[in-house]
């Protein structure tokens, strides 16, 4: 089982328009409700794949009941920590002339520290159930920084590895417990550690640099149709996936991060974990809902997925 941390949870409404006109009615018959929220988001691709997944996170209001029942929907075994506020709902309106999408969120979860600890006691009891620990995604602006380092910890002392994505100062918290993989994407990376990288090869180097300064083992950054580039205790690889014609490109770094805990999980090096993760994120991008992935995609795609060693 591969258990998933989504403190900030969301549900997706996806709107699809030729393009967004300001100011015009426009009109569409092609809207899609799904998860929301980084960490549900990879619980969505593991039961895409088959992989028995349970997803927590804080819940509120109506919008997090419909969010438990989207999830069910999935085969997806949900945790919820109830707590005040409201789940939020991101409006998304997919453009399908241009491929821009464009978010408008609304809701915010209201959490004290009585339902901080509880999330933290449930916890110390799923993690010792899981094999490997996927926590993803923003932290509601009442939880303390800390909460993704304290998570790390407990994992820790199980003997579960675990794997962060996210950005701000929760993240720079999080790196200093040095969880087993640590995944971002470029831009994120550079900003929430003020790193700059001007190419592909200054990349690598301030990628390098701050691997051994915080003292990681694994840092995995997504570039979009640019690939993944991954440092690994096996080694550095540049991994690249045929680009495809996007329906929703949401959750494709949600994917990355699923499969490499799914793959790694199964006792597979970092070579075929990441020819895995490659040929996934392409496939989920193929999808109308956030994190779908169809395995014929995959298997089309795995062909023409390249793993090149760095160093």
Known sequence: MILTVCPNTAIDKIYFIERWTPGIPMRTNKMTTCVGGKGLNSSVVLSQLGVDTVGMGFFAGKVGQELIEVLK?????????????????????????????SHLIVGELLINSAQDQEFVKEFEARVKEADWVIMAGTMPPSLSIDFYLRLIKIAQKSGVPCLID?????????????????????????????????????????????????????????????????????????????????????????SVSSTLAWRLSLGEGWKSALHWAGAVSAATVLTKRTGDVEMKDVDRIMPDVTVEKLD
Request: charged residues 30%.
């Open 73 to 101: 929907e999935y085969g997806i075994k949900p945790d919820p920590i109830w707590v005040d506020g409201t789940t939020r709902i991101s409006h998304v309106i997919a453009e399908e002339d241009t491929n821009i999408h």
């Open 166 to 254: 996210s950005q701000k100062d929760y993240m720079v918290k999080a790196v200093e417990a040095k969880p087993t993989i640590v995944k971002m994407n470029k831009e994120e990376f550079e900003w929430t550690f003020s790193v700059e990288a001007k190419d592909f090869n200054s990349l690598v180097e301030v990628a390098k640099n701050f691997k051994k300064e915080k003292g990681i083992d694994n840092l995995i950054i997504t570039m979009s149709k640019d690939g993944i580039l991954a440092l690994t205790t096996d080694g550095i690889f540049l991994v690249k996936a045929p680009e495809q014609k996007p329906v929703n490109a949401a959750g494709a770094g949600d």
